[in-house]
């Protein structure tokens, strides 16, 4: 409330007026129990005393109980006395307080995500088509600086998987629907039954053995050199004359693992040591694994509590076809898992786009480590990259487990491709003056906004106490006011309730003299004790003990 004052303290205020002025009729009826005490037969004197107390608190009322036999009319007034300070804590268990989420429309929630994506370099005239006896890659210029830092990033972000694109949460607790966007997927396999094995002679008469994939793909050890780990494109260039259109400058044919995809943006074979030769393990000392990285449509799932960003990838499609300048996404119902409504919006990227970023990654994931003596030698930071993930003992170079070591490996390739779907769903790149332009299309996903309600859930189960009290006050007030006025028709009886004049005139002079005038409270007792009275009407027709 405005002035600060709770539900609780209302509650408790509330519920101690209402056990004070219930709790009053409830003792001024076992003050006039008092009378009907005495009025049945002799009792001993000091049960006034015990009477008063009793109707004063709780403590008096427990000394009643004592004294009084359970069994006795009056004993249900005691223990409602008794019963009214269990009340007011236990009222106070009747409100719950519970924090529930509730949706916060004022709040904004909205994660970034793309369409298409077009970006051309750093200059016009992007294909040089000069007169050239070997392949349309004469010319190409690499990917704008930002797409290439992504790359890197991703290729260099070692013992960690990045995050993807992060949320915008006003509340710090947000969810969101199912979401899609334009994205570059990854996908893996093992392909180490396809190694083959040969051996020849060098010029030095040294014997080589070579484990190959194929012709450009292979990895050899001599008797000086071991090569360790081997990273190759699985694209070649085509030719001049084989080349329509320049989304075809690349040859995939050589694929192994993923033949479904004849336009992937990357597609690269890795074989590397896995030392069995100095293990009990018979098998060959080489594995080979093949990455492909691709357009795809991406299903997302995001959730934010307290400010922790939890990003799921769910299903998503590769189903890209080629014409028009541009590779087209599903429109509908393009794969049996993936569906899109029909009039769904295409997903596209650009010819030029997918080509100088394709040639850039074929440039880039490529290189090799070899060993030589005691001494690592590497020829491209992309293969220091995969190689630090090998889970290598710095005692011997064995591979300790080939599970983790792939499950590393293909770590690097996600977080390439986790960096390069961040760069194409941001919408606040910043340009050189020689970057020309960048044409996109985003789009949000709007998720919901959720911010903490205080609710006040009433526990009913914990009113039982004070109807209880209700209940049986009313029961043992109606019963003394129905006995009392029996009495005064039958009788005479009065309503004296806990009239202290009341006493002292009902005292007969026979007690007076012998109880005597007023001692120590002690001596009191010490000659009240034994005494006892009964409450009867004398030849004047009062009432006298």
């Not at 223990?79 to 007011?88: E, F, K, Q, S, T």
């Not at 028709?489 to 004296?496: A, E, P, V, Y």
């Amino acid at each position: 409330m405005g002035v600060g004052i709770t539900l609780n303290t209302i509650l408790a205020i509330l519920t101690t007026t209402g056990r004070v002025c219930l709790l009053l009729p409830v003792a001024e009826c076992i003050s006039q129990q008092k009378w009907a005490w005495f009025s049945s037969s002799p009792k001993p004197l000091t049960d006034l005393e015990t009477f008063d107390r009793g109707s004063r608190g709780a403590y008096g009322s427990l000394v009643l109980l004592w004294r009084i036999n359970l069994r006795q009319f009056v004993s249900l007034g005691a223990l409602l006395l008794l019963l009214g300070l269990a009340v007011d804590p236990l009222s106070q268990q009747l409100l719950h307080y519970e924090h529930q989420p509730q949706a916060d429309l004022s709040s904004p929630a909205y994660v970034s995500t793309s369409l298409t994506w077009s970006t051309t370099s750093q200059a016009d005239g992007l294909f040089n088509w000069k007169q050239s006896d070997k392949d349309v890659l004469t010319g190409i210029q690499d990917p704008p600086l930002f797409m290439k830092s992504a790359v890197q990033n991703g290729l260099l972000t070692l013992g960690s998987r990045l995050n993807d694109t992060q949320p915008f949460c006003g509340t710090g607790n947000c969810t969101w629907p199912p979401y899609r966007s334009l994205a570059v997927c990854m996908r893996w396999q093992d392909i180490t039954t396809h190694l083959g094995y040969s051996q020849y002679n060098d010029t030095k008469n040294i014997t080589i053995r070579r484990w190959s994939l194929n012709n450009r793909s292979y990895i050899e050890t001599g008797e000086y050199s071991t090569s360790v780990l081997n990273l190759s494109s699985v694209a070649k260039p085509k030719p001049i004359r084989d080349t329509p259109s320049p989304v075809n400058g690349l040859d995939f044919t050589d694929t192994i693992a993923f033949p479904d995809n004849p336009y992937p943006l990357a597609d690269v074979f890795m074989i590397y040591r896995n030392w069995s030769e100095k293990s009990s393990e018979s098998k060959s000392p080489y594995s080979a694994m093949e990455f492909v990285l691709e357009w795809c449509v991406q299903e997302f799932s995001t959730l934010i509590m307290n400010g922790a960003v939890i990003t799921a990838r769910h299903e998503s499609t590769n189903n890209f076809t080629g014409g028009g300048g541009y590779l087209t996404g599903p429109l509908f119902n393009s794969t049996s898992k993936f569906g899109f409504a029909s009039g769904r919006p295409n997903y596209d990227v650009s010819n030029d786009t997918h080509f100088i970023i394709s040639n850039y990654l074929r440039k880039t994931l490529d290189g090799s480590i070899h060993l030589q003596g005691a001494d690592l030698y590497k020829t491209s930071d992309a293969a220091e990259a995969f190689y630090q993930r090998i889970n290598i003992d710095s005692g011997n170079g064995n591979v300790l487990n080939t599970t983790t070591d792939q499950a590393g490996l293909a770590e690097v390739v996600q977080n390439i491709a986790t960096s390069m779907t961040n760069m194409v769903r941001q919408t606040d790149h910043t340009y050189s003056s020689m970057d020309r332009k960048l044409i996109n299309k985003f789009t949000v996903a709007n998720g919901t906004a959720w911010r903490d309600q205080t609710f006040v859930r009433v526990q009913w189960a914990w009113i039982t106490a004070p109807m209880t009290l209700v209940l049986l006050s009313v029961i043992f007030v109606t019963i003394t006011i129905v006995q009392s006025s029996m009495q005064t028709n039958k009788n005479g009886f009065q309503i004296w309730k806990s009239s202290s004049l009341s006493t002292l005139i009902a005292l007969s002079d026979k007690l007076h003299k012998d109880v005597g005038g007023l001692h120590s409270l002690s001596e009191t007792e010490r000659s009240l004790n034994g005494k006892k009275a009964s409450l009867a009407r004398g030849s004047d027709g009062k009432w006298r003990l």
